[in-house]
């Protein structure tokens, strides 16, 4: 009797697998999207109080803030 209420509803073992995939999917567009604000915030943090590229300049400059802009604009 199961198997006939199991034949008419279609309970397969499907679903399972399609949950799966959509769950990996949701979670690889959430990291992409993560890591495009972050760009895009870091840049413009690092362009806007940074320092000017030069000989004494540190290693957080406004030339690593364009370089992560451009990261940003590449992935869009």
Not at 47 to 73: D, F, H, I, K, Q
């Amino acid at each position: 009797m199961q198997k006939l209420v199991r034949d008419e509803i279609g309970d397969d073992d499907d679903d399972d697998d399609d949950d799966v995939s959509r769950y990996n999917v949701g979670i690889a567009l959430s990291c992409m999207l993560l890591a495009l604000v972050a760009f895009m915030y870091l840049g413009l943090c690092f362009g806007a109080c940074g320092e000017s590229p030069g000989e004494g300049a540190g290693l957080c400059n406004r030339g690593t803030g364009a370089c992560l802009l451009l990261m940003y604009v590449l992935h869009f």
